[in-house]
């Protein structure tokens, strides 16, 4: 049983990577195949997860087989719920918008919290400490070592963000025009994006890379199982 | 009504925020992401259903590609029933996840790797500027730095060069962006709280 379970997922795996691939020879019937049925299979995975790991535990099983006080709490998800299926009717979609207002409310508070949490404070606090040289002393990097690339990486964050200021002020002519001072950190600025992102070019290239080599070694692995 | 939806948001987002700060808050913060995770899930669900009725409209009128859009709705019935009734963890739905979702993901991501080529080379041909040459010469000494060749890595380039863009001059670009991406998403997430900006339809 094992067996022909496994047959049957790298057979599944071969023809749907040989459609995919096929894309290579230009855009045809197979590829679309296989990326329609990718569609229409994670679609109905993903909906069943939402039940299952969602739903189900979060909300059916508590207004089933909950206290009177769980019941409670689950009718305004409940209620939030049914507003949100009304998306599903033309005339009454209107309705779903309580249920998306506290979700966006929810989201707004997450995103503040993780900006500055998550992003600000610690991409703040890892800018100055690479300025602390005792710290960088007990990981043996020289103190002028440390100075040179701390500055740099400092001068490429305010330089970045400088180059997305697009605060100008209006010329004689009517023209609008940044500061020199500005214009001339915005191009510092240009580069450090220009190496970033060629760094994550890079990065993705790489990992591209990483899963093409893999499909055609699965490929040549299966064929070479039935040589 | 437009005043209502506005006070729900401010209203669960300014709990929600409360409750990183003060503990008090925190079991009404708890509950209120709890009621935001279920509401999400139903949207999943709801999402999910617009695809069915987009493609089941196509069929019905006839439209090029119908064909393609029986099979997208057969498939995704088939996978939603089965995992209904066995449980996303069984068996049959980890051929489904190993067979066909795993190896189309991993294709697609291979595929990448010609197109992004193709798109190096045609930004080189119709935008060669300082910031379109940086980004390729980049990324050219970091691909050759990382490669792994038979006599090890290539001196200079995979030494110093590459560690030295990677962990400086991109941390720093880096760093930049996502401080910036930080404070745009501060001011907007502020501005919805302040209830200067309505997404959900309040104007």
Same mark, same amino acid.
Request: aromatic share 10%; glycine share 10%.
């Given at each position: 049983m094992v067996l022909s379970l496994d047959l049957i997922t790298g057979l599944l795996s071969f023809v749907f990577t040989l459609f995919i691939f096929s894309y290579l020879i230009g855009d045809n019937p197979l590829f679309r195949i296989a990326v329609y049925i990718f569609v229409g299979v994670s679609s109905g995975y993903i909906a069943? /997860?939402?039940?299952?790991?969602v739903i189900w535990p979060r909300l059916i099983n508590p207004l089933i087989f909950g206290s009177i006080l769980?019941?409670?709490?689950?009718?305004?998800?409940? +209620?939030?719920? +049914? $507003?949100?299926?009304? !998306? /599903? $009717?033309?005339?009454m979609a209107g309705m779903a918008r309580f249920a998306m207002a506290f979700m966006v409310g929810v989201g707004a508070a997450v995103t503040i919290y993780g900006a500055v949490a998550g992003t600000l404070i610690p991409q703040v606090l890892g800018t100055i400490n690479i300025f602390d040289l005792l710290a960088a002393s007990a990981r043996n990097v020289s103190p002028i070592e440390s100075i040179f690339n701390?500055? @740099?990486i400092l001068a490429g964050t305010i330089f970045t963000l400088i180059y997305f200021h697009f605060g100008a002020r209006p010329k004689a002519d009517g023209s609008m025009q940044r500061m020199r001072l500005i214009e001339l950190f915005a191009w510092v600025g240009r580069i450090f994006i220009g190496i970033t992102l060629g760094t994550v070019f890079a990065g993705v290239y790489a990992a591209a890379l990483t899963a093409f080599i893999e499909r055609i070694i699965s490929i040549i692995n299966f064929i070479g199982n039935f040589l | 009504m437009r005043v209502f939806t506005a006070v729900i948001a401010i209203a669960a987002g300014t709990l929600v925020l409360g409750g990183y700060f003060l503990p008090a808050l925190a079991p009404v913060q708890t509950l209120l992401l709890n009621w935001a995770t279920i509401l999400a899930g139903v949207a999943v669900l709801v999402g999910i259903f617009n695809l069915v009725s987009v493609h089941s409209d196509k069929i019905r009128r006839h439209e090029k590609g119908n064909a393609y859009s029986a099979?997208?709705?057969?498939?995704l019935i088939v996978t939603f029933l089965f &995992?209904? =009734?066995?449980?996303? %963890?069984? +068996? =049959?739905? !980890? =051929? &489904?996840?190993?067979? +066909? #979702?795993?190896? @189309?993901?991993?294709? $697609?991501?291979? $595929?990448?790797t010609i197109s992004l080529l193709y798109a190096a080379i045609r930004l080189l041909r119709r935008r060669a500027e300082?910031?379109? =040459? @940086?980004?390729? #010469?980049? &990324?050219?000494l970091l691909i050759l730095g990382s490669a792994t060749l038979p006599f090890g890595n290539i001196p200079v380039i995979g030494t110093f060069i590459r560690p030295w863009i990677t962990q400086v001059l991109a941390l720093g670009g880096a760093r930049g962006i996502l401080i910036g991406v930080a404070l745009g998403a501060l001011t907007t997430g502020l501005r919805v709280l302040f209830?200067? %900006?309505?997404p959900y339809g309040g104007n």
């Amino acid at each position: 049983m094992v067996l022909s379970l496994d047959l049957i997922t790298g057979l599944l795996s071969f023809v749907f990577t040989l459609f995919i691939f096929s894309y290579l020879i230009g855009d045809n019937p197979l590829f679309r195949i296989a990326v329609y049925i990718f569609v229409g299979v994670s679609s109905g995975y993903i909906a069943s /997860i939402a039940w299952w790991q969602v739903i189900w535990p979060r909300l059916i099983n508590p207004l089933i087989f909950g206290s009177i006080l769980e019941k409670g709490f689950m009718l305004v998800p409940l +209620i939030g719920a +049914i $507003l949100i299926f009304m !998306k /599903i $009717l033309p005339r009454m979609a209107g309705m779903a918008r309580f249920a998306m207002a506290f979700m966006v409310g929810v989201g707004a508070a997450v995103t503040i919290y993780g900006a500055v949490a998550g992003t600000l404070i610690p991409q703040v606090l890892g800018t100055i400490n690479i300025f602390d040289l005792l710290a960088a002393s007990a990981r043996n990097v020289s103190p002028i070592e440390s100075i040179f690339n701390g500055s @740099v990486i400092l001068a490429g964050t305010i330089f970045t963000l400088i180059y997305f200021h697009f605060g100008a002020r209006p010329k004689a002519d009517g023209s609008m025009q940044r500061m020199r001072l500005i214009e001339l950190f915005a191009w510092v600025g240009r580069i450090f994006i220009g190496i970033t992102l060629g760094t994550v070019f890079a990065g993705v290239y790489a990992a591209a890379l990483t899963a093409f080599i893999e499909r055609i070694i699965s490929i040549i692995n299966f064929i070479g199982n039935f040589l | 009504m437009r005043v209502f939806t506005a006070v729900i948001a401010i209203a669960a987002g300014t709990l929600v925020l409360g409750g990183y700060f003060l503990p008090a808050l925190a079991p009404v913060q708890t509950l209120l992401l709890n009621w935001a995770t279920i509401l999400a899930g139903v949207a999943v669900l709801v999402g999910i259903f617009n695809l069915v009725s987009v493609h089941s409209d196509k069929i019905r009128r006839h439209e090029k590609g119908n064909a393609y859009s029986a099979l997208l709705l057969m498939a995704l019935i088939v996978t939603f029933l089965f &995992a209904m =009734i066995l449980r996303p %963890d069984h +068996i =049959i739905m !980890k =051929i &489904a996840l190993s067979g +066909i #979702i795993i190896p @189309v993901e991993a294709a $697609l991501m291979g $595929l990448l790797t010609i197109s992004l080529l193709y798109a190096a080379i045609r930004l080189l041909r119709r935008r060669a500027e300082l910031m379109s =040459i @940086v980004f390729l #010469i980049t &990324a050219a000494l970091l691909i050759l730095g990382s490669a792994t060749l038979p006599f090890g890595n290539i001196p200079v380039i995979g030494t110093f060069i590459r560690p030295w863009i990677t962990q400086v001059l991109a941390l720093g670009g880096a760093r930049g962006i996502l401080i910036g991406v930080a404070l745009g998403a501060l001011t907007t997430g502020l501005r919805v709280l302040f209830g200067a %900006d309505r997404p959900y339809g309040g104007n």
